[in-house]
């Protein structure tokens, strides 16, 4: 589920930098056995029908299961997906489950174990987690190519694949990927204006394209030695090409927009697990760095003849991470324990600035404060955690953490600061029954920094600028979760969840003088919400290799508005979102069809001056038609966008603040048609 290409989100792609987990592969033998509350086990039987080609197509596939891709985790041992490898964490900083689990055969999986985060000596982990138990046996790979077409305004993605090639000599497992995130992406519509008044006064019919490659080599290296001791090592290398272009013909006057990206990033990390007296230690390091380019330019030419305006926006970040953490862990009795002291070094060395074009048709440069500037953070973290089995049925998970941050900003508006943030939780796994898993977590948490916000930037396309804020905290926050799944039998599984976040110094667009803005503090927010995942199987009632899947969520968030003192919701989150997915694999065929609906709501954007929401409605369909095996290939053939979802945007400008009069509004619709994309997939 949630396959949905979401490339573009508001004219927007970000990139994303993933490598093999540390743990790539190893002998099943060596795997800790499956926690007993809470836990059940799959096969390669239990997903024979989907005929998966990898790890990922058998997890996508378990009943009631969603990967939960973990937030920008603060170091190596707060968070992270609910997807172990052979009962260790993805432990690589930009590491993707998704893309770890596609790079792992299927027939290399001896049995996936789902279990209760709480029942793991794996800290900072919560829910239902995936343990999946693979081991190379010789040598064996992957290949898939996703092309994709589109009957509007795009050029065809014919480059979108990998090939991975996994193997063993000795004691020696390794793992190769290359691979292209390619996306060739684009919507067309109107734009209609209207002053403060309500009065009409322009309507642009505007085009926009995205065009996205994303070229990545990565290596995974691990060696088992007989004395037990395990070594790994990861790497990968990427070059992101971005390329996006709107173009908006307006009644008097037509504007170009271009925003260029040349990145290149890579990864290095490794650890090291030996025993050491009673227990065992492990030693983690990872390095990763990041250069991006960064280009945008808007230019507006008048019908009228007369001279052309325009700005360019030009910024070069460079952005290192260095991470050294020890990890020891021990059994004592029926409890295990873990004492873990992480090093971190986190900084951004960026160069920005803004030029306006002059009559002769040249940039002549633009004051912007405060653009160009090193931050940097030093930070120390110690954490103390123990799972212990209270009954058959129960199992206690805690954790206790402190960090140290040192935050240092250069430049005119540079500073030092330095904090001390408690943190750890409290999880609870309950047998209810049978048929009845609860869970109970409660957390105190260290958010992480952006740096980009304590520097100066502009957005041209939206017009508006952030004047960068050397004082910001990192957010911290209480949180409390409810979670019970519930066995339907035959029928299936359900999971629900009930969730409530108490946060401080969250990070919202706040005054600075008297017409400035800038990312800051605000002193608290609260959010709340529920989410629900369910697989419902219809053989019970006859409808053979049928099930439908449902995953959806409702989210409330409250603020007190910087400006106003009022309370609203926090700016552009999502508030709403359900996807249903029904697939029948047709017995004793190599045939399977569906669709699949999804639909999202966010909380309206809120800056000083301006106030919008972006829309996406009625939501999008598609259809699809699968076959196992043709000349031992999968081949799956989608049919999308089926209802003409439209992009929309309905933004106000105002004079001055938002507490004052309107400037005028933007009403926008854009259409991007059908889909039709392939993917085509075998093992070998």
Do not use: C
Not at 489 to 506: C, M, N, P, R, S
């Amino acid at each position: 589920m949630r396959s949905v290409d979401h490339s573009i989100i508001h004219g927007l792609v970000l990139p994303a930098l993933t490598v093999l987990p540390l743990a790539s592969l190893q002998a099943a033998e060596t795997v800790p056995p499956v926690a007993t509350a809470g836990a059940s086990s799959f096969t390669s039987a239990d997903f024979a029908r989907f005929a998966p080609r990898t790890a990922l197509d058998m997890v996508q596939r378990i009943p009631g299961f969603i990967i939960a891709e973990g937030e920008d985790r603060r170091g190596l041992g707060q968070g992270g997906d609910n997807v172990l490898i052979n009962g260790q964490r993805i432990t690589g900083k930009s590491v993707d489950a998704i893309d770890a689990l596609s790079r792992i055969s299927a027939a290399d999986v001896s049995r996936i174990d789902v279990v209760d985060a709480a029942t793991l000596d794996v800290p900072g982990l919560s829910g239902r987690v995936a343990n999946v138990i693979a081991a190379t046996d010789g040598i064996s790979g992957q290949l898939r190519w996703s092309p994709r077409f589109r009957l509007r305004r795009t050029d065809p993605r014919l480059l979108d694949g990998e090939i991975t090639l996994n193997g063993r000599s000795g004691r020696l497992d390794y793992s190769l990927s290359l691979s292209n995130a390619s996306q060739r992406n684009g919507n067309a519509g109107f734009e209609t204006v209207y002053d403060g008044a309500g009065n009409f006064t322009d309507r642009r019919f505007e085009v926009l394209s995205v065009d996205e490659d994303r070229p990545r080599v990565s290596v995974t290296l691990k060696h088992s030695a007989a004395n037990g001791n395990v070594a790994n090592l990861s790497a990968a290398y990427e070059r992101f090409y971005f390329t996006l272009g709107e173009d908006s013909d307006r009644i008097d006057r037509s504007r170009d927009f271009r925003r260029n990206e040349r990145e290149w990033n890579a990864e290095l990390n490794g650890d090291y697990e030996f025993a050491l007296g009673s227990g065992r230690l492990k030693l983690i390091g990872l390095f990763r760095f990041e250069h991006s380019p960064f280009r945008n330019t808007a230019r507006f030419d008048f019908k009228d003849g007369s001279g052309a305006s325009g700005d360019r926006f030009l910024q070069t970040a460079d952005e290192e991470e260095k991470i050294a953490r020890a990890e020891y862990g021990w059994k004592s009795g029926s409890n295990d324990w873990q004492v873990a002291i992480e090093g971190a070094f986190n900084s951004l060395d960026n160069e920005a600035s803004l030029a306006s074009l002059d009559a002769t048709g040249g940039f002549v440069p633009v004051p912007l404060p405060n653009a160009s500037a090193r931050v940097s953070e030093k930070r120390g973290e110690a954490s103390v955690s123990f799972v212990r089995p209270l009954s058959d049925a129960l199992t206690l998970q805690a954790s206790l953490a402190g960090e140290y941050s040192r935050l240092t900003q250069s430049g005119p508006a540079g500073l030092t600061r330095t904090f001390v943030r408690p943190k750890g939780f409290l999880s609870i796994a309950w047998k209810a029954s049978p048929r009845l898993d609860i869970r109970a977590r409660v957390e105190r948490a260290v958010g992480q920094l952006n740096f980009f916000d304590f520097v100066a930037s502009t957005d041209i396309s939206a017009g508006n600028s952030d004047a960068g804020n050397p004082n910001l905290v990192p957010e911290q926050s209480w949180r409390a979760e409810l979670e019970a799944t519930r066995s339907l039998g035959g029928f299936g599984t359900a999971t629900a969840k009930l969730y409530a976040h108490v946060i401080e110094d969250i990070v919202d667009i706040i005054p600075v003088g008297a017409t400035g803005e800038s990312p800051g503090n605000v002193d608290r927010a609260t959010a709340f919400g529920i989410e629900w995942n369910s697989t419902f199987t219809l053989d019970p009632l006859g409808w053979r290799g049928a099930r439908i899947d449902i995953d959806a969520n409702i989210r409330r968030t409250r603020l007190d508005d910087p400006l106003t003192g009022r309370p609203r919701p926090i700016s552009e989150e999502d508030i709403r979102f359900i996807e249903i997915e029904f697939r029948q694999d047709i017995p004793a065929t190599d045939w399977a069809y569906g669709w699949n609906f999804e639909h999202a709501g966010f909380s309206k954007f809120v800056r000083l001056g301006e106030i919008g929401r972006f829309t996406n409605s009625p939501g999008t369909l598609d259809v699809f038609i699968e076959h196992k095996d043709i000349a031992g290939f999968k081949v799956k053939a989608t049919a999308g966008n089926l209802l003409g979802i439209d992009e929309g945007l309905r933004r106000t400008v105002f004079v001055g603040r938002r507490d004052g009069p309107a400037l005028f509004t933007e009403d926008r619709s854009r259409f991007y048609g059908p889909v039709f994309s392939f993917d085509i997939s075998r093992s070998f």
